[in-house]
């Protein structure tokens, strides 16, 4: 139920109401419908309704009336007003009171479709907003100070660069595959620096679009765009004093990475919006995912912010090429996840854990070991508890055997993003912006990605937009 797009029209006219529902109904919307503006308040208190499309002419309490008390109660509602007497003031006056669009009758369907489209778009992106804001930690907390494990020689040597690079001011550059604990190399660098009682800040560069990436990186002026409600600092100035981590760098559009390099050049920058120019002074860390040489070579990233954020570069190994490292790390994880009892891996599992090539790197590791004691019985964990038959391909996997199973590669590859995002989606209960987070994908081309492989179900919003038509509004 909860993912039914509901629409309250409040309208006098049952004949406008008829028409209104009879064009959102065959589009998925679930439609709720008043005849004024009282009943239109008492529907929207006990309803909820994710959109609003409101007439302004309403017996009793008029649009404009009902409006502001809307506005009171959910600022971030989208109201849709329209009437058949449009005037320029009470268009400025809708707008300033809120309204997310201001149609005249009669407009054409069209037009109509694609506000309430965009209405729902931008509901998207406010709840993209709030749930990046709810993964940003307090900028003044301290850096997770869990212990970066590795005996392995390449380790020792990353180690001894933290220790050097650490006091310094130098711009940072983590490159590693997921799962490899960029992060936490990262947070041991701000640890052991002069700032380290200073405001530390964490961007993830792949989680949101660019215009809201961009809002929340530089901030924005009050009026910049709708739902801009008055002034927001960005995490560059939140953080001025201080140090920036910003993770998945290689994901950022190339329009901000002209703007992170004038603030790298020390150089002011400006708000969205804004004609004041912003001026801080942070440490940046920053952390990719993929060789950043290639992405430079591709044209996906620019030569001039590589040089300025590679004053010193860190490489992580995966785990694959750092095996004598596995075998501490499940010591770790065991007194992690059960510190009071004492779990007995058999030479067999251990050498299963030990000759398997960990793909995910030490994420995986450490979601097999939880998923290994939890499933444990008698303080022994098995084979059997290792979740590496089925689940996860075992080192000789033949991506060969895969492709000639599904006839092509390009079905091969769909049988995997599909299973992968499957996997993600029932994760995160079937969330679209949760699962986007988790695979580090912007929601956009989860949503594309989903519709491409058929996971979309016949449900809300998903029939075809009508063609125009004026004569029925």
């Known amino acids: 139920m909860d993912n039914i797009k509901t629409i309250l029209i409040v309208d006098d006219e049952i004949s406008m109401r008829k028409n209104i529902s009879d064009l959102l109904s065959p589009l998925g919307y679930q439609i709720i419908e008043a005849g004024n503006g009282e009943a239109g308040m008492m529907m929207f208190v006990q309803k909820k309704p994710h959109v609003i499309i409101l007439d302004i002419n309403l017996p009793g309490k008029n649009g404009l009336e009902v409006l502001k008390e809307i506005k009171k109660i959910s600022s971030d509602t989208p109201v849709i007003m329209f009437t058949a ?57 301290k850096p997770t ?120 050049q020390k150089q002011p920058f400006f708000r969205v ?45 995966p785990l694959r090429e750092r095996k004598d490292d596995i075998s501490p790390l499940i010591e770790y994880f065991i007194k992690k996840y059960c510190p009071s009892r004492k779990m007995i891996i058999p030479e067999e599992s251990m050498n299963k854990l030990c000759s398997y090539d960990w793909p995910g790197n030490i994420r995986e590791l450490e979601n097999t070991i939880y998923s290994a004691i939890v499933t444990a019985n008698n303080d022994v964990i098995y084979i059997k508890n290792l979740p590496l038959r089925s689940e996860i391909p075992p080192a000789e996997f033949s991506f060969i055997s895969l492709v000639k199973d599904h006839n092509s590669f390009r079905s ?25 987070l988790y695979l580090k994908i912007n929601r956009r081309l ?18 075809k937009r009508p063609g125009k038509l004026t004569d029925r509004l």
Not at 110 to 128: C, H
Request: with cysteine.
């Open 446 to 463: 989860l949503y594309s990605k989903m519709k491409e492989l058929s996971l979309i179900p016949d449900n809300p919003g998903k029939g």
């Open 412 to 436: 091969a590859i769909s049988y995997v993003e599909r299973r992968i995002i499957e996997a993600a989606l029932k994760m995160n209960d079937n969330n679209q912006t949760k699962t986007a």
């Open 145 to 264: 100070d869990a212990p970066i494990i590795g005996r392995n020689q390449r380790m020792q040597e990353i180690f001894k660069l933290i220790g050097r690079t650490a006091p310094t001011d130098a711009t940072v550059l983590i490159q590693g595959e997921s799962g490899t604990g960029k992060e936490l190399i990262a947070d041991a660098i701000q640890r052991h620096s002069l700032l380290s009682d200073k405001p530390y800040v964490k961007i993830n560069c792949g989680a949101l679009s660019e215009s809201i990436l961009e809002s929340e990186i530089f901030g924005h002026e009050k009026g910049s765009f709708t739902g801009a409600e008055s002034r927001r600092k960005g995490l560059f100035e939140i953080a001025d004093g201080g140090t920036v981590y910003l993770d998945e760098i290689n994901s950022m559009p190339q329009s901000l990475q002209v703007r992170l390099l004038r603030i790298l």
């Open 85 to 141: 007497f449009g005037t320029s003031e009470r268009v400025m006056e809708a707008m300033k009171l809120g309204a997310f669009d201001y149609l005249e009758k009669p407009f054409e369907l069209d037009e109509f479709a694609l506000s309430v489209e965009r209405a729902f778009e931008y509901q998207n992106l406010l709840t993209e907003v709030k749930l990046l804001r709810s993964l940003i930690k307090d900028v003044r907390s």
């Open 273 to 317: 919006g804004g004609v004041t120019p912003v001026k801080v002074n942070v440490r940046v860390i920053a952390s990719t995912n993929k060789d950043i040489e290639k992405e430079m070579e591709g044209g996906n990233f620019r030569k001039d912010l590589y040089y300025r954020l590679c004053v010193v570069r860190i490489n992580i190994p």
